[in-house]
């Protein structure tokens, strides 16, 4: 059989911003230095992303920073919000620059509505919050969405519900004929699919690392 | 005020040609000014549907490089005046429609005829995404078999969020569902998706069924749109249709298996 040399796969983590707003070198390196004797233990080896924004020109070598970073046991990953001066130092040193999270600005997640069918090959997010589809979703459809999904005409595509890795994220469906069911990265084929949730009314959540369907109450 | 119909599917082979050419011969013979464009460049299949292939000169590319302009490449049908023939280049490929130059032409066709018949090639590609771009309506050609249907499925996504009318924000483009070679018998038998099924996945309103028939495959062979045979049942669905889309109710026939017409088959009536 045919194995991939390599494999690509989504995965989100979090990690730490460290905020640089001293004047020079030497005031980075003494302040750090006490920050990180506070627990060595914890800030050993921590990748962080570097937030220079709040520098002031005349900007610091870029270099000099990273290796007070570094010195100081932590492993800078990234750049965030950078200058077009820190993008071009940032290149050179092999650091990936990385655009500030527009998520983070959200105050307030709306619900998205969809009242449209949702086509094979159509893909529907839900940027930070819930989503709900009051028309079918066909076969190789897929939604996705921060929060939780409900869908209201037959259900027959994929639903990726907390896709940010919330795990009270739940999908709820009408009619269950989907191909794909996933909360929070665990997903349920429609190859295992227990026949008795089969094109009937159902909630689909995530209990101890399993996902679990159980048969939602419909008026007669 | 003029129309633009894609005929549309995905999928290849499920009868975008042969239904172009009977609509656009449909709607001509009730006295409508009618061109049908075939869009499929590199894979010229209209003109012999049409059976116009020996009076191509100039095709649609050509009009597009400005080798030529629109009344040397028009056809004109010898049966029915109010119908025109756009044809295909066959030594080109796709990449030589451009979104502007396929818009003049429309915009020109617009002034002088009724109905403007783009027949898609099959596929998600730039071909077809041209086809469909400028469309007010589409008729989604479908088989009653599952692979048919998902592609239909996938088009009907690309005509709501790659259409002019999607990307302005206009009055969506008005979708028809076509299913072509319907056979009752085989629907009874399990092989095939009913009628019931595919309308349920699809959600979009039916225009026509044309049941399987002979009549089409000989049809194409001696280039006469089938809808020219009133005699087969294929030409008289196809007959149905074109009222349909011209705001006519009609019931939808051969939906049940019509023993006569088994047996006429058996006969080679």
Not at chain 1, 41 to 62: C, H, R, T, Y
Not at chain 1, 182 to 187: D, L, M
Request: glycine share 8%.
């Amino acid at each position: 059989m045919h194995t991939p040399a390599i494999e690509f796969k989504g995965g989100s983590f979090t990690l730490s911003i460290l905020k640089l707003v001293g004047q020079t070198v030497d005031q980075l390196e003494q302040q750090l230095k006490q920050h990180v004797q506070k627990a060595p233990k914890l800030f050993s080896q921590m990748p962080v992303i570097l937030d220079l924004s709040g520098l002031q020109p005349p900007l610091m070598p870029l270099e000099q920073i990273l290796t007070t970073v570094r010195g100081n046991d932590l492993k800078p990953m990234a750049l965030i919000d950078a200058c077009e001066g820190y993008q071009q130092q940032a290149q050179e040193n092999a650091l990936p620059c990385l655009r500030p999270n527009r998520r983070a600005n959200i105050q307030h997640s709306p619900l998205k509505v969809i009242d449209r069918p949702v086509r094979s090959g159509q893909q529907i997010y839900a940027q930070g919050g819930d989503l709900v589809v009051l028309a079918p979703v066909s076969n190789g459809a897929e939604l996705v969405a921060d929060g939780s999904i409900h869908v209201y005409g037959a259900m027959r595509g994929r639903a990726f519900a907390g896709a940010t890795g919330n795990t009270d994220a739940r999908i709820f469906c009408h009619d269950l004929q989907a191909e794909l069911v996933a909360i929070a990265g665990h997903y349920h084929l429609s190859e295992h699919q227990d026949p008795t949730h089969w094109q009937k009314p159902t909630m689909i959540q995530l209990e101890h690392g399993r996902i679990l369907h159980s048969a939602l109450p419909c008026p007669q | 005020m003029s129309k633009i119909i894609v005929v549309t599917s995905g999928k290849g082979g499920v009868g975008k040609t042969t239904t172009s050419a009977s609509i656009a011969m449909g709607l001509a013979q009730k006295g409508h000014k009618t061109v049908v464009i075939d869009f499929d460049i590199g894979l010229r299949n209209l003109d012999l549907v049409m059976g116009c292939e020996r009076r191509v000169v100039y095709d649609f590319v050509n009009v597009i490089n400005g080798e030529a302009n629109l009344n040397q490449a028009l056809i004109k049908d010898k049966r029915c005046d109010a119908l025109y023939i756009l044809p295909a280049s066959q030594t080109r490929d796709k990449d030589a429609l451009t979104r502007e130059g396929v818009g003049q032409i429309l915009e020109q066709l617009k002034q002088r005829f009724d109905f403007i018949i783009c027949d898609s090639p099959a596929g998600i590609e730039h071909g077809a995404m041209m086809a469909l771009y400028y469309a007010d309506e589409a008729i989604v050609t479908t088989n009653p078999e599952v692979s048919s249907v998902r592609d239909s499925d996938r088009i009907l996504g690309m005509l709501q969020s790659r259409s002019l009318r999607a990307e302005r924000e206009l009055e969506p483009v008005k979708e028809h569902l076509l299913l072509c070679r319907y056979a009752p018998s085989r629907v009874d038998s399990g092989d095939m998706l009913s009628l019931d099924d595919v309308a349920e996945i699809l959600a979009i309103p039916m225009i026509g069924l044309i049941p399987e028939c002979g009549s089409v495959l000989k049809a194409s062979n001696s280039g006469n749109p089938v809808i020219l045979d009133q005699q087969s049942s294929a030409g008289q669905a196809y007959d149905d249709t074109v009222a349909r889309l011209l705001g006519e109710q009609r019931p939808m026939r051969f939906v049940t298996e019509d023993k006569k017409g088994w047996l006429q088959k058996l006969f080679g009536g």
